[in-house]
């Protein structure tokens, strides 16, 4: 029989033999990827963790870095990640985005000020963040968003998670942002579509 | 009990959009029979009479309810033989390439996880042994791991039922299977002890950690479940269980690309499958 | 393009809406229509079924679309060279420059309308109106 049932004896070990903290700085991109994934639980892990985020070039390694940081969840760690949004390479603020998704409690306490950041597309990245609250929650932070943000994109971000997830009470809101940007193409389609399916969702007032 | 109303055409849009962003299930209207359908059972199950009350149960995942609706529109029972392409790519693409790479000597290492009841490694074995012409020139080491250790009993006793073996041919159960009861057949010893079982939880990373590193995993239908954070953390966790240019095989409607960046696309002839690139690859 | 097959363009956004905007212009003007959610689920979607437009937005999860352009670009198949257009909210010059590296053949600032969308997708797809 040439299928094997005992451990392969040089099953090689994927943990690092070297003090993670030290490897995170000045390992290999496989050392740091082991050094990212075992620091989150060690003593001074976080801020080992944040300084690392702001050099590292290698996009697994951030992952890594970024995983350990959403999952370790304190403020100090979500602090961390946050000033990423505004990097200028879309490749981290797509990863660190996906980590502020899934930050465990979600970023309730933080939504509110990135809703208000003076980057559009800060603001438009938290608008879809949003969409990890509970409805309610979110419906009042972006109602507001379609009243009163300069940005017809920032806008359109709202209305993708509205149509999702608001009430009949969105509706005045949606079609008056429509009208705030008259001269913009997309807004109008997506109020309407948005307004359908909210339309579709209420129940008719006799049930 | 009256029957749901039919989806509107914007309710089915929702539904479907929500599904694809969830799952990466995509349906559209071209399968409205095939959806409504399922809706329908779970509108029933929960008692949710209209379409809008069962959406904000589902958004609001009260009772588990995105499980449930991933488990009617998914095959949650393991058999034999499940998605054999991906076994077909196993031994035509996968094995030769990982074969090349290896020192004399060197095992080849498999992880079935999750393995459930045993189905999926053994289909491996029995498939290496019945399709790899080259099965007897390496060691090939088969380790099938899961989180629920009374399925793990059930794989380790190797006694399955007619529905588990309903995709192997008459002459694949007479030869590799001895009857053992009305309905009931035993795996061989020598097919049994070819599969090593131990219990894992995906999300943990000492514990996948612990069973070193493999050439492929198949790790097939149970990522869909798991919510972002357990996902990526998962993805992780196999990433890290892969040596460098190994392989990962999810379910048909599974997809990494919602789930980490780490990993290469790689399309075989067969199969649309994940790599660990090699190390100093730009990929 | 009124004769043969229509071209296939996907449409890579994260925005289900955004999506839907397109593909109306899109079904509209002839064209067969996929979709995708991120740069990812396209790689995956084109070593399937290979297209002849992509219409690509930059922010997404997963894979943003630079980085997606970046590796389908390198990729040694025929999929490598299908044209590339990236709508995008970001308008500045570094973002223009990081589209042209990355290998998009035009750029557009969102809000696209439907018909700019539709006449650049004529002009990449070789079938100018
Ligand atoms: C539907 S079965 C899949 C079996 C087989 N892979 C197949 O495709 O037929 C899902 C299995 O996932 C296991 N599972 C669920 N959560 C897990 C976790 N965190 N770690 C390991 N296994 C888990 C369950 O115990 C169950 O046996």
Same mark, same amino acid.
């Given at each position: 029989?040439?299928?094997?049932?005992?451990?392969?004896?040089?099953?090689?070990?994927?943990?690092?033999?070297?003090?993670?903290?030290?490897?995170?700085?000045?390992?290999?991109?496989?050392?740091?990827?082991?050094?990212?994934?075992?620091?989150?639980?060690?003593?001074?892990?976080?801020?080992?963790?944040?300084?690392?985020?702001?050099?590292?070039?290698?996009?697994?390694?951030?992952?890594?870095?970024?995983?350990?940081?959403?999952?370790?969840?304190?403020?100090?760690?979500?602090?961390?990640?946050?000033?990423?949004?505004?990097?200028?390479?879309?490749?981290?603020?797509?990863g660190t985005l996906d980590a502020l998704r899934v930050v465990p409690g979600g970023l309730g306490p933080h939504l509110p000020g990135?809703?208000?950041?003076?980057?559009? +597309?800060?603001?438009?990245?938290?608008? +879809?963040?949003?969409?990890?609250?509970?409805?309610?929650?979110?419906?009042?932070?972006?109602?507001?968003?379609?009243?009163? +943000?300069?940005?017809?994109?920032?806008?359109?971000?709202?209305?993708?998670?509205?149509?999702?997830?608001?009430?009949? +009470?969105?509706?005045?809101?949606?079609?008056?942002?429509?009208?705030?940007?008259?001269?913009?193409?997309?807004?109008?389609?997506a109020v309407r579509i948005a307004a359908g399916r909210i339309g579709a969702r209420t129940p008719a007032p006799d049930e | 009990m009256s029957e749901a109303p039919p989806l509107t055409g914007e309710e089915l849009r929702q &539904?479907?959009? #929500?599904?694809? $962003?969830?799952? @990466?299930? /995509?349906?559209?209207?071209?399968?409205?029979?095939?959806?409504?359908?399922?809706?329908?059972?779970?509108?029933g199950a929960t008692g949710e009479g209209a379409f809008p009350a069962y959406f904000a149960r589902l958004r609001a995942d009260a009772g @588990?309810?995105?499980?449930q609706l991933i488990n009617a529109f998914t095959v949650n029972e393991t058999y034999f033989y499940r998605e054999d392409h991906q076994l077909r790519c196993l031994s035509r693409d996968i094995l030769p390439e990982r074969a090349r790479a290896k020192a004399p000597g060197e095992a080849i290492r498999i992880w079935s996880v999750p393995c459930a009841t045993g189905e999926e490694p053994y289909s491996i074995a029995l498939w290496l042994l019945e399709n790899w012409p080259e099965v007897d020139a390496y060691d090939v080491e088969i380790v099938g791991s899961d989180i629920d250790t009374r399925a793990l009993e059930a794989a380790q006793a190797g006694l399955f039922g007619r529905r588990a073996l309903m995709r192997l041919s008459p002459d694949l159960v007479e030869r590799y299977f001895t009857p053992a009861g009305p309905e009931r057949w035993r795996i061989l010893d020598d097919l049994r002890e070819s599969v090593r *079982?131990?219990?894992?939880?995906?999300?943990?990373? /000492?514990?996948? @950690?612990?069973?070193?590193? #493999?050439?492929?995993? *198949?790790? $097939?239908?149970? &990522?869909?479940? *798991?919510?972002? /954070?357990? $996902? $990526?953390l998962a993805a992780e966790n196999l990433y890290d269980a892969l040596v460098p240019g190994g392989y990962i095989c999810l379910g048909h409607t599974e997809s990494m690309s919602r789930i980490s960046p780490l990993f290469a696309v790689r399309r075989h002839a067969d199969a649309i499958v994940y790599q660990r690139p090699r190390e100093g690859s730009r990929d | 393009m009124t004769e043969g097959k229509p071209k296939r363009v996907l449409v890579v956004d994260d925005a289900a809406l955004v999506r839907l905007y397109y593909r109306d212009a899109l079904e509209r003007a002839g064209y067969a229509v996929d979709e995708a959610m991120n740069g990812l689920e396209a790689l995956e979607k084109l070593l399937v079924a290979p297209v002849d437009l992509l219409v690509v937005d930059v922010n997404m999860p997963q894979m943003d679309g630079f980085t997606?352009?970046?590796?389908? !670009? !390198?990729?040694?198949?025929?999929?490598?060279?299908?044209?590339?257009?990236?709508? =995008? =909210?970001?308008?500045?010059?570094?973002? !223009?420059?990081?589209?042209?590296?990355?290998?998009?053949?035009?750029?557009?600032?969102k809000p696209v309308p439907q018909d700019v969308l539709t006449v650049y997708a004529g002009l990449l797809c070789g079938d100018a109106p």
């Open positions: 029989m040439p299928l094997i049932r005992k451990p392969s004896p040089a099953a090689p070990d994927a943990v690092p033999a070297r003090d993670p903290l030290a490897a995170l700085r000045d390992g290999s991109p496989d050392e740091r990827f082991a050094a990212a994934r075992a620091a989150g639980g060690l003593p001074g892990g976080v801020p080992a963790l944040a300084g690392a985020l702001s050099r590292e070039a290698d996009p697994r390694v951030r992952e890594a870095i970024l995983t350990s940081l959403s999952r370790a969840g304190t403020p100090e760690a979500v602090a961390a990640i946050l000033p990423h949004v505004h990097a200028d390479d879309a490749n981290l603020r797509a990135l809703l208000a950041d003076p980057d559009p +597309d800060v603001r438009l990245l938290a608008c +879809d963040l949003a969409r990890g609250l509970p409805a309610g929650e979110a419906v009042a932070l972006l109602v507001p968003i379609l009243d009163a +943000d300069a940005e017809a994109n920032v806008c359109a971000a709202a209305v993708e998670v509205l149509a999702e997830i608001a009430g009949p +009470d969105a509706l005045p809101a949606l079609e008056a942002c429509a009208r705030r940007f008259p001269g913009d193409p997309f807004l109008p389609f | &539904l479907c959009e #929500f599904l694809y $962003r969830r799952t @990466g299930m /995509a349906f559209d209207e071209a399968k409205r029979y095939y959806v409504q359908r399922r809706v329908t059972e779970r509108m @588990g309810e995105v499980e *079982f131990t219990s894992v939880n995906l999300v943990e990373p /000492a514990s996948t @950690g612990a069973h070193g590193r #493999f050439d492929v995993v *198949f790790c $097939r239908n149970v &990522l869909i479940y *798991f919510d972002d /954070a357990s $996902r $990526r | 997606f352009l970046r590796v389908l !670009r !390198r990729q040694d198949l025929p999929v490598a060279s299908i044209p590339a257009l990236v709508t =995008t =909210t970001e308008a500045g010059p570094q973002d !223009r420059a990081a589209a042209r590296e990355a290998g998009a053949n035009f750029y557009l600032v």
